[in-house]
């Protein structure tokens, strides 16, 4: 049985139809992939996994939980999420301790002090920027304490909407490194969005290529290197972020 | 470590240092600006000035010299403001009035601000038709003008200060419930708001946690510009004799004993009309200085 199981997903928004019938299932451990370009409904198949968006049609399952209007509190234990803007995901006014202790309060874990040094050491933040606040941070930092806000529950899987493609390229190796190495200690599941195919390509064995809110197809990990995919979108795409050729040149 | 080297650190180690590194950045570019430090100054001295009023006030404000000799006298050095009618001294009647203008001014903005901004943090975070009642409601108290449902309130409470404290802050709040909606509407959806419904706060917490702190700044801002008016208002009540009743010191309602002499004793009505103009001035200079400060969409 799949950790997270998504069958015929519909989300819609009045009028406006953003996910239309998209299908997947996820493995524990697995790290899963969602690209298309902007408007295609890859986040808001996020969104709705984690509640933030409705589920107009269809049903997901995460951890044998079906998912309904409301999530449980033990929902919000096992699945955590990394929004795309670090400079819009924290509170301007709030410390990074409290960042950090916030979640741990509604939760009613105890050894709070031990937890937070902790996640910070985990992120390689350390200890010094506990009271810091957010604006007294650069972008990796802050990206750095969302990713720690989002461990710090302990969850099994992790949300990443699109992680790092707020940061500049330097700091994005940095964070997707990071990301990967607590997946491997931690042996998280992720489902990663975005519309950088060599990020994907990098973290995911499986990913699902979106347009106009439908599911193209969903290619493995090495046919995307190989570049054999079945849709001419996928191939259009593909071609496209190889970037510019000047016309007339050989590939 | 110097004690400015402590609160300026970049690497706080307590939740209390980096609250009161904060402030003290707040403090420092607030001094920049000398007209609030202008407008602080005459707001901490009508503090003073009520705080030690049975001190300094050099006569009795209630009861007056010999009403033969010592009426509506002009400003001496025995009267630096004169006498009234009743033969007070209007500088000792100015002083104690502080008092009552203080306590106007505090308990409004007590009331008040609350009000205002549990109805607008509630109607904008909710939306929906909590937003359309709570706004409706928000809308009639606008639709009347401030001074004549104050008047109405006071006509069906009976005349006196304290009336006159809960009619100005009935009518008061809805400016900050449209304020505090409006903005709590820009942060309702961002993704800080996002993440702690995600961690499974409740509607509580992120209202009283996330959303509060930030709509605070700029209703507070609002209120200290709005001291002024209320001032204004409930000298107002006093003039038209709704407010303090006689022999209270209260400023509007000594303008209002004084009209009757203001040709030929002109420093009756206008040494408290004095006190009003630099009490609201402080006020609004105060104001402007702190959303200088405070006002997150004014920093750069």
């Known amino acids: 049985m799949a950790l997270i199981d998504i069958r015929d997903l519909h989300v819609s928004f009045g009028e406006v139809q953003a996910v239309r019938g998209v299908s997947a299932a996820v493995a524990e451990g697995e790290s899963y992939g969602i690209v298309g370009e902007s408007g295609s409904g890859k986040s ?11 589920i107009t049609a269809g049903a997901v399952t995460v951890v044998n939980e079906p998912l309904g209007r409301r999530r449980s509190a033990a929902f ?18 709030h410390t990074i301790d409290r960042v950090l202790s916030e979640p741990l309060a509604i939760h009613g874990f105890a050894d709070r002090e031990s937890r937070i040094l902790q996640a910070l050491d985990e992120v390689g933040l350390g ?28 969850p099994r899987v992790l949300l990443l909407d699109e992680p790092t493609s707020a940061l500049d390229a330097s700091i994005q190796a940095e964070v997707l490194n990071l990301l990967d190495r ?6 998280l599941t992720y489902i990663l969005v975005s519309h950088d195919l060599a990020v994907v390509a990098h973290m995911c064995e499986r990913l699902l290529v979106m347009q106009h809110g439908r599911a193209v197809e969903e290619l493995t990990r090495d046919s995307l290197r190989a570049r054999s995919a079945a849709e001419a979108y996928t191939r259009a795409l593909l071609s496209a972020s190889e970037g510019y050729t000047p016309a007339g040149a050989t590939p | 470590m110097t004690r400015s080297e402590w609160l300026l650190t970049e690497h706080p180690r307590s939740r209390r240092q980096a609250r009161l590194g904060q402030a003290w950045r707040t403090w420092l570019a607030f001094k920049e600006n000398r007209l609030a430090m202008l407008g602080l100054a005459i707001v901490l001295t009508l503090l003073a000035l009520a705080v030690l009023a049975p001190w300094i006030a050099p006569h009795n404000p209630l009861t007056g010299g010999d009403l033969r000799t010592e009426r509506l006298l002009p400003p001496s050095w025995a009267h630096p403001m004169g006498t009234d009618d009743l033969a007070r001294d209007i500088l000792s009647r100015v002083i104690w009035g502080s008092q009552l203008t203080l306590m106007v001014v505090a308990l409004v903005a007590l009331i008040a601000t609350p009000i205002g901004l549990a109805i607008g943090t509630t109607a904008g975070y909710f939306g929906g038709w909590i937003d359309t009642v709570l706004m409706r409601v928000t809308d009639i108290f606008l639709a009347f003008p401030r001074l004549i449902l104050a008047l109405a309130f006071v006509a069906a409470l009976g005349p006196g200060i304290e009336n006159a404290i809960i009619a100005i802050a009935l009518t008061s709040w809805p400016p900050y419930a449209r304020l505090a909606r409006a903005e709590t509407l820009t942060i309702r959806n961002s993704d800080f708001i996002s993440a702690a419904r995600l961690q499974g706060a409740s509607h509580l917490r992120i ?3 996330h959303v509060t702190p930030l709509c605070l700044s700029s ?3 609002r209120v200290t510009l709005d001291m002024a008016g209320i001032i204004l208002t409930a000298a107002g009540l006093g003039f038209l004799g709704l407010g303090a009743q006689p022999p209270q010191p209260e400023w509007g309602a000594m303008i209002a004993g004084g009209r009757r002499f203001i040709i030929d004793h002109w420093w009756v009505a206008t040494m408290p009309g004095l006190a009003i103009f630099a009490v609201s001035l402080g006020f609004n200079l105060l104001g402007d200085g702190l959303r200088d400060v405070l006002d997150p969409k004014a920093r750069k």
């Open chain 2, 207 to 209: 209202l009283w946690g």
């Open chain 1, 127 to 154: 200890a010094g920027f506990r009271f810091r606040y957010p604006h007294q941070l650069s972008g990796g930092q802050r990206q750095r304490v969302a990713i720690a806000r989002a461990l710090i529950l302990e």
């Open chain 1, 44 to 54: 808001t198949v996020l969104r709705a996994l984690c509640g933030l968006a409705p």
């Open chain 2, 219 to 221: 209703v507070i801002v």
């Open chain 1, 76 to 93: 919000h234990r096992r699945v955590q999420m990394v929004f795309q803007d670090p400079y819009a995901s924290l509170h301007p006014r």
């Open chain 1, 182 to 187: 607590l997946r491997s200690e931690r042996g």
